[in-house]
C-alpha cells in the first residue's frame, strides 16, 4: 500500500477528507451533546415533536432545492488551472440563480402545505406556527452555491472550519437552555438562530474567496446557462436524486412519526445519528473524491484505481467506528440520553448495516457522475424508493421503530446494488474503448 502514497490525487484525497473529518468529528461530538440535552430537558415525546419540525423543513428543502454545488464542481471543476475560469463563474452564476429560486419557491410552498401534511406526520396543531416559522429558513438552508465554489476552489479548510461553528454554538446553548429548564420553544429557538448563523457564514466565507481570488467579475444570476452544454439536464437528474434521497433522512423521520408517534421519531432519531456517526468517513471522502475525479481522464486506470483505494480507507475507518458502536452503543445511550431512550440500542443495532454499504459504495455515485451519467443514479435511488416505500408501513405497523429500521435497510441495500451494477458496466464501457 505505500505507494499509494505516490498518488497526488490520492494525497489530495487524503489531505481534503481529513479536513473534513477532523470537522466532522467535532460536529459530531456537539451534535450528540445537543441531542442529548434536548432529549433530557424535553423527555422522549417532545422531543420527538422537535425532530419532526426540523425534519419537515429539511425534507421541504431536499425536494425543492437544487444540489447546485455539483453543477461548479461539474462544469468549473478547472477553475484552478490558469484561463480556465469562464465556465466556473457560468456554472456559479446558474447554481445561485437555481438556489435563489428554489429556496423561495420551497419555503412558500412548505408553508402552505403544512395545515395539510402537518398531522400527517404528527406534527399537531398545537406546532404548526413554529413548523412555518421554521420553514423561512428555507432560502438558505442547505446552501449550495457556497460550498461548490470553496470545493471547486480545493478550499476544504474553510468547508471544515465552518462546519464546526454552529454544531459547537446548538450544543452550547442547548447546555444553557437544559441547565436552565428552558421551554420547547426556546429549543426550537435554538435549532433556527444556529441554523441561520452557519449557512451565512458560509456564503460569507465563499464570497471572500472569489474576492480574494478575483473572480467576483463576471458571475452572473441566470437560468439560461448557454455557456455549460447539458447543464439544465445534469441540474434537473441531480434535483430528482436529491429529492428521494431526502427520502431517506427527514422524511424517513417523518414517516416514522406518522405511523407510529412522535415518541417513535424520537427513538428513530437518536438510533439514525449514531449509525451516522460510523458511516462519516465515506460521506467525507465521497465529497472530496468528487472534485478530484473531475480533474483525471476517466478512459485510464488512475480513478478507477483511486475509487478502490478510497473504498479500501472508508472501510477500514468505518468499520473501527462500527466496532465502538457494537460494544458501546448501549451504555452510551444511556450515558448521554438516559434509560427513556435505551429502545434505540436494537434500532441502532440494524441501522449499523447502513454505514458498512455506504463504506463500500461512496464512489460510485460522483463516478457516475463524472462519467456524465446523471440519470444512474436517480434509477438506482428511485427504484430503492419505492422498494423502501412499499414495506416500511407493514413492517414498521407490525415491529415498531425496529421494523421502520428494517425497511431503511433493505432500501439502502437495493440502492447500491442498482448503483454498483451500473459502475460495472460503465467500467467496460469506458475501458473497452
Known sequence: ???????????????????????????????????????????????????????????????????????I?????????????????????????????????????????????????????????AA????TLLPTMSAATPVGVLRALDRFDLLSWQGT????????????????DAP?????????????????????????????????????????????????????????????TAAWGPIARLVVGGLIGPAAAGI??????????????ADLLGKAYY??????????????????RGTVLATAAGVVGLLVLLVAGRPLIDALFGSEFLPAYPVLLLLMAVPLLAMISFPLVPMLYALDRPAAPLNARLAATVLYFAIVAPLSWRFGVTGAAAAFVIGNAAMVAALAIQVTLEYRRVRAR
Open 1 to 71: 500500500m505505500r505507494h499509494w502514497f505516490d498518488d497526488r490525487h490520492f494525497k489530495s484525497l487524503l489531505k481534503n477528507s481529513s479536513y473534513l473529518v477532523v470537522s466532522k468529528a467535532i460536529s459530531g461530538v456537539a451534535a450528540l451533546a445537543t441531542l442529548a440535552f434536548a432529549g433530557r430537558s424535553l423527555g422522549v415525546v417532545m422531543f420527538g415533536i422537535l425532530i419532526l419540525i426540523t425534519s419537515y423543513a429539511k425534507a421541504a428543502s431536499g425536494l425543492s432545492k437544487f444540489q447546485s454545488w455539483q453543477l
Open 73 to 129: 464542481v461539474r462544469y468549473g471543476g478547472q477553475v484552478m488551472v490558469p484561463g480556465e475560469a469562464d465556465e466556473f463563474k457560468a456554472s456559479t452564476g446558474f447554481a445561485f440563480a437555481l438556489d435563489v429560486v428554489s429556496g423561495f419557491g420551497g419555503m412558500i410552498l412548505a408553508i402552505l402545505l403544512l395545515p395539510l401534511l402537518g398531522g400527517l406526520f404528527g406534527i399537531t396543531d398545537q406546532y404548526l406556527l
Open 132 to 135: 412555518m416559522v421554521y420553514c
Open 165 to 180: 461553528t454552529y454544531p459547537i454554538a446548538r450544543a452550547i446553548l442547548a447546555g444553557i437552555a437544559w441547565w436552565v
Open 184 to 244: 420547547f420553544d426556546a429549543f426550537v429557538a435554538i435549532w433556527y438562530v444556529t441554523d441561520l448563523g452557519g449557512d451565512l457564514y458560509l456564503w460569507f466565507l465563499a464570497w471572500r474567496e472569489l474576492r480574494r481570488r478575483k473572480l467576483l467579475q463576471g458571475i452572473r444570476p441566470t437560468l439560461k446557462p448557454d455557456k455549460l452544454p447539458g447543464a439544465w439536464r445534469f441540474a434537473i437528474h441531480v434535483n430528482l436524486t436529491s429529492s428521494l
Open 268 to 281: 428513530y432519531r437518536i438510533a439514525a445519528s449514531l449509525a451516522d456517526s460510523a458511516q462519516k468517513p
Open 291 to 308: 472534485p478530484e475525479v473531475v480533474r483525471m481522464d476517466l478512459k485510464s486506470k488512475k480513478p478507477w484505481k483511486l475509487m478502490v
